[in-house]
């Protein structure tokens, strides 16, 4: 890997300082060391009062998850071993493991990362708390993959046709209003937007039960993005209300 370039790279692989080479697995590996590094110099900026220096960051941020984003939707690295390769390493499951071993290997990493989850958001750890929802959605994904390869096409096609509309469930995550979002207005005090918060994450997180991840997979991954978009409206306003005051 080279140095990342995520303010003037050419390419999201530029972006990331990865290879079109480089493993799905590897560019998110990437890109999670990129967030915590530029997280952390925001704090360091943020005590130093260096605005330009801040902004710089959070921008850096912001292009980071855009290109991680396009990578995870459109990155097709050469695998001679198999389209299921990647999904079982994931899991650290060989790629012939039969169903029953990658469920239970699921449901085991699911309950870790939860619960890594909950102790993150417990110790203010922002960076903790978003690597396990990563984890998360990354070995719910690889399971459903596995297991979709070993079912027969038509049931998967029953049960696609009865999923029911992911929108339809939890938050307004296209809120754009961090308040919007947390339901409070924007005089709510710190207290009570901490408490609100708390309250949402627990709610949340408390969906990503082994039935939910299970049998409704499109529930499983709309209660996840609602967790992470409650820390990310909790971070914003955090952010703006630190800048106001300086």
């Known amino acids: 890997m080279s140095d990342a370039d995520p303010l003037t790279g050419d390419d999201p692989y530029e972006a990331l300082g990865v290879s079109p080479d480089d493993s799905l697995e590897a560019i998110r590996e990437r890109k999670d060391e990129l967030l915590n590094e530029y997280r952390s110099r925001m704090r360091e ?49 060989p ?28 110790e203010d750890d922002n960076e903790g708390f978003k690597t396990a929802a990563n984890r998360i959605e990354e070995i719910e994904r690889a399971a459903e993959r596995l297991l979709a390869e070993r079912s027969e096409p038509e049931a998967e096609q029953e049960h696609d046709d009865q999923a029911p509309d992911p929108g339809s469930d939890g938050p307004a995550l296209s809120a754009a209003d961090p308040y919007e979002l947390l339901g409070l207005s924007r005089d709510a005090s710190e207290a009570e937007l901490a408490a609100r ?31 992470a978009a409650v820390d990310d409206a909790w971070r914003a306003i955090e952010g703006d209300r630190t800048a106001d005051s300086e």
């Open 45 to 93: 900026v943020r005590q130093d009062r260096d605005n330009e220096a801040f902004k710089e960051s959070a921008e850096a941020i912001k292009e980071i998850e855009h290109a991680w984003e396009w990578l995870e939707g459109n990155h097709e690295p050469v695998d001679t071993d198999g389209p299921s390769n990647e999904a079982a390493a994931a899991l650290d499951l």
């Open 95 to 122: 790629a012939d493991a039969a169903p029953g071993t990658i469920e239970a290997r699921r449901d085991r990493l699911l309950d870790e990362h939860r619960e890594r989850m909950r102790k993150a958001r417990h």
């Open 197 to 227: 918060r708390d309250e949402l994450v627990v709610e949340y997180t408390a969906r990503l039960t082994p039935e939910t991840y299970a049998d409704e997979p499109w529930r499983f991954r709309q209660a996840l993005r609602a967790t």
